[in-house]
């Protein structure tokens, strides 16, 4: 073959339909005439959303891993995991306004337990089943846990202030107390890009060397970018399909409300980050895996929740709390816990991959089988 045949840049579209997985993009249209169908099954409803955030997520996962090549991983996980939550963002919103505020506390967990043991424990798996061991940076993995052990105080606090002092229902001081802790993680999360991105940019290098993208690979930063934003918007456009038909679904399909929160779509809103990190780790990128990881753990606990917590003032008909039930906050830290003991050694294999599904899994498992308690 001619070698400068083969160089040949291909066309941007003739480059999206070779690949299969975007095929799935019919879900789409798909989704939204069974919407306007009378008497559609909900349950055909959610699973269409569901197959359609697939290939979005693989347009953001290859979005992602052109910029961060110009970026570095460090910047490349906070972009994936920032473009990646996107879609909890808009359900929660969505919910909010709706009034939907246990369903809200619920995702949230739901998203930071989803991404700390689901998507880290499948890119582990993933990676570790095509390389015998892969290596990232300890010292990125231990600022990482530091983060989600502030955020788990930082949910376990008002909780127990809740519960203590205002048992039967929300009291003046509570508002006061959940204002200031979002006002603080707000600054914490700022100074966290800061340290991160700035003044101790080289504590989150990659450990290993990585081998850049080939020229005929490389995207340009605008549409590297355009990508991002128009799948994000996508796919936060198909979760709000997707939660619109969950409680239907749930009932249907006799599942719990906090189940469904907890566990169903938190998986499904946090589709794009987690296969990014998948998606790295069968690339060896491993830096980049667990900072799209446990980076979008920490924006959930340190941005998006407080985030929700002064939005709730403007379109909510009260005021979000963050009072988690002990069930949420035990199985919260448990995650923190087992998430820091197996990052800390900045070396992953396919085992570890499998503890923290595990993990994960047993968590799901009580929440479908735990009673809803009255009132």
């Known amino acids: 073959m001619n070698p400068e045949i083969a160089l040949q840049p291909v066309p941007p579209l003739s480059e999206f339909l070779r690949r299969p997985i975007n ?25 269409s959303a569901g197959i359609a955030i697939i290939p979005i997520a693989a347009v953001i996962v290859r979005a992602t891993e052109q910029l961060s090549s110009r970026t570095g991983d ?17 359900i929660s919103l969505v919910a909010l306004k709706a009034g939907y505020l246990e369903m ?38 231990r600022a990482y846990s530091t983060m989600m052990f502030l955020a788990a105080i ?31 993680l707000l600054i914490a999360y700022a100074l966290y890009i800061l340290f991160s991105l700035k003044t101790h940019s080289s504590a989150f290098a990659s450990a290993e060397p990585q081998d850049n993208l080939s020229h005929h690979e490389q995207w340009s930063v605008p ?27 749930g009932k249907a399909l006799g599942m719990s409300q906090i189940f469904i929160g907890i566990v169903f779509i938190a998986i499904v809103g946090g589709a794009a980050e987690s296969g990014s990190a998948v998606a ?31 939005a709730s003032y403007l379109i909510a008909p009260h005021p979000l709390t963050l009072s988690f039930g002990r069930a949420e906050i035990g199985s919260l830290f448990m995650a923190v816990i087992i ?23 047993i968590i799901a498992l009580m929440f479908y089988l735990m009673p809803e308690l009255p009132g």
């Open 104 to 141: 809200v506390r619920a995702a949230l967990v739901g998203a930071i337990l989803a991404n700390l043991l689901l998507a880290l424990g499948a890119a582990f798996l993933a990676g570790g089943l095509r390389f015998h061991d892969q290596k990232f940076n300890p010292t990125a993995a």
């Open 223 to 249: 549409r590297a970018v355009g990508s991002l934003l128009l799948a994000s918007v996508l796919a936060a456009w198909m979760s709000e399909k997707l939660v619109g038909a969950a409680e239907a679904t």
């Open 154 to 184: 930082s949910m376990m606090v008002p909780s127990a202030f809740s519960r203590y002092f205002a048992p039967q229902g929300v009291i003046r001081e509570e508002n006061l107390l959940n204002f200031g802790i979002a006002g603080l």
């Open 74 to 90: 460090a910047v490349g996980g906070l972009l994936n995991a920032t473009f990646g939550n996107a879609p909890e963002l808009i």
């Open 280 to 310: 790295m780790a069968r690339k060896n990128k491993m830096d980049l895996s667990v900072g799209i990881a446990l980076g979008s753990c920490i924006q959930i606990a340190l941005f998006v929740a407080p985030l929700l917590i002064l």
């Open 23 to 47: 095929w799935l993009l019919i879900f789409v249209p798909v989704t939204l005439i069974l919407e306007r169908v009378e008497g559609a099954p909900a349950p055909l409803i959610f699973f």
């Open 339 to 361: 998430g820091a003991m197996v990052c800390g050694y900045g070396q992953s294999n396919w085992f570890k991959g499998v503890q923290l599904i595990t993990v994960y899994a």
